[in-house]
């Protein structure tokens, strides 16, 4: 079957990007042409030089101390981000998450999903960035959210062995320069709409029925419409979150 394409730049450091992907999937349940659908997940990472292999730090330590912004402005992100989760259903732990390299977990993702559990993967993580308060980029918790997904540990610790999906993350993260998004959650739904940032329930719902019907009555010879853009709250590449 044809499905219309959706594909998600996403971070697991990004707590919009966690909240959005919770409101996608309500809005995908709502969505009357869900099993016409295809999701790819893509790699975008924020701070890429902060460390990996467990040696992560606090959010709040990075966000002041590191990337430099005033704790009054964390504070309020802090703020404004708890309201959000409230909302959503999800606990909040973001003051005493850990800021930590998110290429081995992005890594993970990418092996999942040739099992197609790359969701439930994200997921797990998020949560243990988010609610949990753990580092992502420890081995060893990497290797339990994959065997927890229905992975080997074989072929999770090999893949952390190796380099495997470096060059993807790479490739995910110069696509997306080269439409020009530079923030996240980006989703782009079948190359023609655009959601930057965390948006309610309703508004995926009404983006995906809009693409959903424009994706059905084009045909191939029919010039593609320009990209249409919807921006809402989002992470910077610091890991910088709008209030």
Same mark, same amino acid.
């Given at each position: 079957?044809? @499905? ?5 730049? !996403?971070?697991?450091?990004? %707590? ?10 309500? *809005? ?22 902060? %460390? ?14 590191? *990337?430099?912004? %005033? ?5 309020? +992100? ?20 850990? *800021?930590?390299?998110? /290429?081995?977990?992005? /890594? ?38 994959? @065997?927890?997904? #229905? ?6 610790? /090999? ?13 995910? +993260? ?8 530079? !923030? ?26 809009? *693409? ?5 009555? /084009? ?12 921006? #809402? ?11």
């Amino acid at each position: 079957m044809n @499905k219309m394409k959706i594909e998600v730049w !996403t971070d697991i450091m990004c %707590p919009y990007c966690y909240i959005g992907k919770i409101h996608y999937e309500k *809005a995908l349940q709502q969505f009357d042409h869900a099993d016409e659908v295809e999701l790819e997940w893509k790699a975008f990472q924020l701070s890429p030089d902060l %460390p990996d292999k467990g040696n992560g730090y606090p959010v709040k330590e990075y966000l002041t101390k590191t *990337a430099g912004y %005033p704790e009054e402005n964390v504070n309020k +992100m802090f703020e404004g981000i708890k309201r959000l989760a409230d909302s959503t259903g999800i606990s909040f732990n973001l003051p005493n998450a850990v *800021a930590a390299n998110t /290429r081995d977990a992005h /890594r993970l993702i990418k092996l999942a999903a040739e099992k197609g559990k790359d969701s439930l993967v994200l997921q797990k993580l998020s949560k243990a960035y988010f609610e949990e308060a753990k580092d992502y980029s420890d081995l060893e918790l990497l290797v339990s959210i994959g @065997k927890e997904a #229905g992975l080997e540990e074989g072929s999770i610790r /090999r893949m952390l062995d190796s380099d495997d999906y470096l060059y993807e993350i790479k490739q995910d +993260m110069q696509e997306a320069a080269n439409l020009g998004f530079d !923030t996240v959650p980006t989703f782009l739904v079948d190359r023609k709409q655009a959601i930057v940032g965390h948006e309610p329930v309703a508004l995926f719902l009404k983006v995906l029925n809009k *693409a959903y019907d424009e994706w059905k009555s /084009r045909t191939e010879k029919e010039k593609s419409p320009e990209l249409e853009v919807t921006t #809402g709250k989002s992470c910077n590449a610091d890991g910088m979150c709008e209030i």
